[in-house]
């Protein structure tokens, strides 16, 4: 049984930085592309951020970029989500993903395997 579990969420004040991971049990690690999407009330789910099998490549979405990195650590099993500068946009819950798709930029539809989530909230 495949498991997806984030962790790190919590309410952090604007400017401040967070670091998510998740945990992943029930697969290869290295045979999925990983990746973090978020949802915010209201709206639709968005792409975050991915990382390759190997960690060698990542993407991530403009909404983030140059603030959050993502990387991978194939030994434990572990992918993570570094934020940094973060604003009240940014609040939303946080899904951790796993998806044997060889790209990085990922798709909603891309995806095998979801977390629960993790809440993330920034207040100003």
């Known amino acids: 049984q495949v498991q997806l579990v984030e962790s790190g969420g919590g309410s952090v004040q604007a400017g401040g930085s967070l670091r998510l991971s998740c945990a992943a049990s029930g697969l290869t690690f290295s045979d999925y592309t990983m990746g973090w999407f978020r949802q915010a009330p209201g709206k639709e789910r968005e792409f975050v951020a991915a990382i390759s099998r190997v960690g060698g490549i990542t993407s991530v979405g403009d909404s983030v970029k140059g603030r959050f990195t993502i990387s991978r650590a194939n030994a434990q099993n572990t992918v993570y989500l570094q934020m940094n500068s973060l604003n009240p946009e940014d609040t939303a819950v946080y899904y951790c993903?796993?998806?044997?798709?060889?790209?990085?930029?990922?798709?909603?539809?891309?995806?095998?395997?979801w977390g629960k989530g993790t809440l993330v909230t920034v207040s100003s």
């Open positions: 993903a796993g998806s044997k798709a060889y790209t990085v930029r990922l798709r909603a539809y891309d995806v095998d395997y």
